[in-house]
């Protein structure tokens, strides 16, 4: 199986400030990688997929990259309705995991 | 509008069983992968299973292998997972998504199961 690694697990920020979030993976899987957002008593939502690709309707301030075994997602701007946590998942292989979260909180 | 909504949650005790549902609408629910995916209280996302649109390629996590079983109904745009003798550790909200093969598209907004005695 792959395995997932998030930092950091948790991070305080302003309003305005740049956010970034790694996630490692146990094994290459290229660009198999999506990037979800989950706020408190909701379903998760889809953010990025194929590593960089932008779901349609998400806003532009989110970015993704990297390929292998280490991926990058970017808030450029946080905004107030940003505060959430985030995952990302592997899609090369089953069972298709999830990395632990990072949660980002309002500073 | 694609939507999923799940059902059949509820409090059951320890060895007991569950039928969740998970009907679909606003999509051609028979060329679509599905999965069912949980969330324990507190904790991160946990796949758990995984149907192709046809049924015949099934995927179980080790944590739920032998104990619980994914259907599907194309006829009735419906994913089912039967879950037997479940365990205190098997309590979260359970959430179908549609599978677009890069990735979990769509989801329902879950239906919570506690096994507690």
């Known amino acids: 199986d792959i395995q997932l690694t998030q930092s950091p697990s948790f991070l305080s920020a302003f309003v305005g400030d740049r956010v970034t979030i790694t996630c490692r993976a146990s094994?290459?899987?290229?660009?198999?990688l999506a990037w979800y957002q989950q706020k408190p008593g909701k379903a998760p939502k889809l953010l990025i997929y194929?590593?960089?690709t932008l779901q349609g309707g998400v806003p532009l301030r989110f970015s993704g990259s990297g390929s292998g075994t280490e991926f990058t997602l970017t808030i450029s701007s946080l905004q107030p309705e940003d505060f959430a946590t985030y995952y990302c998942q592997q899609v090369k292989i089953y069972p298709r995991a999830f990395g632990p979260g990072t949660k980002v909180d309002i500073k | 509008e694609v939507l999923l909504v799940e059902s059949g949650g509820g409090l059951v005790q320890p060895g007991g069983s569950l039928r969740l549902s998970c009907a679909a609408s606003g999509f051609t629910f028979s060329s679509y992968d599905m999965n069912w995916v949980r969330q324990a209280p507190g904790k991160g996302l946990e796949s758990v299973s995984y149907i192709s649109s046809s049924g015949t390629i099934i995927y179980y996590a080790d944590s739920v292998k032998g104990r619980f079983t994914i259907s599907r109904d194309n006829a009735k745009n419906s994913l089912y997972l039967q879950m037997d003798s479940l365990r205190a550790e098997d309590t979260a909200v359970y959430y179908c998504?549609?599978?677009?093969?890069?990735?979990?598209?769509?989801w329902g907004q879950g239906t919570l199961v506690t096994v507690s005695s």
């Open positions: 194929a590593a960089s």
């Open positions: 998504a549609r599978d677009s093969r890069s990735d979990f598209d769509f």
């Open positions: 094994q290459d899987i290229s660009s198999y």
